[in-house]
């Protein structure tokens, strides 16, 4: 699995990175869209590696996920920056358009 991310959004990642937010999480978002298939590929950025956690290839910074959300997502994606808000992308299309940066630093439920 492969995440490319563009000069766009990294230049709008980068900044609100912090100590304590140093990975980039691929995250399988279900919270109140009901049972678990019914979710949205997301990103957040987290400070720990679970020991279900696969990384996933990438130049930037390190990128995981955890290996049963795996299936939500494609081999090759890409992160972009859309009028101010994230995309993820693939070959195959969008998985989700828009991502607000103010969500990237919520927390992932246990």
Known sequence: MKLEIT??????????MDEGHQILRLYYDTEGLGCGVN????????????????KVENEELPVIIDHQQKVFFRKEMKLDLIKGTFRLSSPEGILNPIIPTGTVKNEVPL
């Open 7 to 16: 000069e766009a959004a990294w230049e709008q990642l980068e900044p609100i």
């Open 39 to 54: 979710g949205q590929p997301t990103i957040r950025l987290v400070n720990h590696i679970n020991e279900t956690d696969q």
